[in-house]
């Protein structure tokens, strides 16, 4: 998740970091699923929305443990997590919410 304010060359300059590690580590990239803007379940420093993206990629535990660092030091990264990918699952952009009418 990155914060919202942040101008989306930055966003590139963010994965294009992630990407360069993987592929330095001999690790293969997969894709970038940008998610788009969208409304944060709860207030993060203040933050009510923020830039998702789902980055795909296989590496060995050392090199997902850096990215895991940079991450977590890079400042206009809000959260990050990385988890292990179920084969055939989806990572593709959920639908928006729907708005209930009374």
Excluded at 57 to 64: E, G, Y
Aim: contains cysteine; proline residues 6%.
């Amino acid at each position: 998740m990155i914060e919202p304010e942040v101008a989306e060359e930055r966003h590139g300059e963010i994965i294009d970091r992630i990407k360069t590690t993987v592929e330095k580590a001999k690790g293969h990239w997969g894709s970038v699923e940008p998610w788009g803007k969208r409304k944060l379940a709860y207030e993060i420093d203040h933050q009510t929305e923020a830039w998702y993206y789902v980055l795909t990629f296989d590496c060995a535990p050392d090199t997902l443990a850096e990215i895991t660092r940079v991450l977590a030091i890079t400042d206009d990264v809000m959260r990050a997590m990385a988890v292990n990918r179920t084969p055939g699952s989806n990572t593709a952009k959920p639908d928006e919410p729907v708005e209930a009418t009374a």
